[in-house]
């Protein structure tokens, strides 16, 4: 089962910052927060991953909750590119960890010109 | 880098044929996934390898399916026989070795329709 809560879908203007909220209450002190993108028909894409620290890379940025109950991935100026379903998905990367990654439901986001 | 290949990217069969999709990922990865998309059941994990050897294979529906990876660089998802309820999209992902927080990359699939 997903560990995460995602809202089904989400619309955005274009230029404007895209916020996607995760819910992973129950996620663990080893587990990664990370994020794909799957735009139609094709395979899902690596967006960013993270801890604990707030991340930022070319593509976006992850704000994660102090009590890493929550996090929020940013898209900061959303493109009609950016229509795409958004999956956050959280995995235990230790050493010890399973290497599964489990994919919810997403969130189908809508940019709008 | 040319990413995780995947091959055919379309096969269209009939009931009762055997199937192979194959994979190649990215080189210096040492983990493939199998994933399977539906509408009705989204993305689900099929099997993993780690260094060519089945980690868990929990996800495979039934025995129809099958899959190897005799070397690091190949690897195939064997449907024998097809039915039709296996129409789905097929994906393969890699992960490299050099952290155990690496993340997923995915080929762009193979879409199956059997008839």
């Known amino acids: 089962d997903a560990k995460t809560t995602q809202p089904t879908s989400m619309d955005c203007a274009e230029g404007r910052a895209a916020n996607l909220p995760c819910n992973h209450s129950?996620?663990?002190?080893?587990?990664?927060v990370y994020w794909y993108r799957q735009i139609h028909s094709q395979g899902p894409q690596y967006i960013i991953h993270g801890l604990k620290n707030n991340e930022t890379n070319e593509m976006a940025s992850l704000i994660i909750t102090e009590d890493r109950k929550s996090s929020t991935l940013i898209l900061p100026h959303a493109t009609l590119r950016d229509t795409a379903v958004y999956y956050c998905?959280?995995?235990?990367?230790?050493?010890?960890?399973?290497?599964?990654?489990?994919f919810g439901t997403g969130t189908r986001l809508k940019v709008l010109a | 880098d040319a990413g995780v290949i995947q091959s055919p990217r379309h096969e269209v069969t009939e009931m009762g044929q055997e199937v192979t999709l194959r994979c190649k990922p990215i080189s210096g990865h040492n983990s493939l996934f199998w994933y399977r998309q539906t509408m009705m059941r989204g993305l689900e994990l099929l099997i993993y390898?780690?260094?060519?050897?089945?980690?868990?294979d929990s996800g495979m529906p039934e025995d129809r399916f099958s899959a190897k990876m005799p070397n690091a660089s190949f690897s195939t998802l064997k449907i024998q026989p097809s039915e039709p309820r296996d129409s789905a999209v097929y994906f393969c992902?890699?992960?490299?070795?050099?952290?155990?927080?690496?993340?997923?990359?995915f080929g762009n699939g193979t879409r199956l329709t059997v008839t």
């Open positions: 992902a890699s992960m490299g070795g050099g952290s155990y927080n690496s993340p997923l990359h």
């Open positions: 390898f780690n260094n060519n050897v089945p980690i868990d």
């Open positions: 129950t996620i663990s002190g080893n587990e990664y």
């Open positions: 998905i959280v995995r235990d990367g230790s050493p010890s960890g399973t290497y599964k990654y489990i």
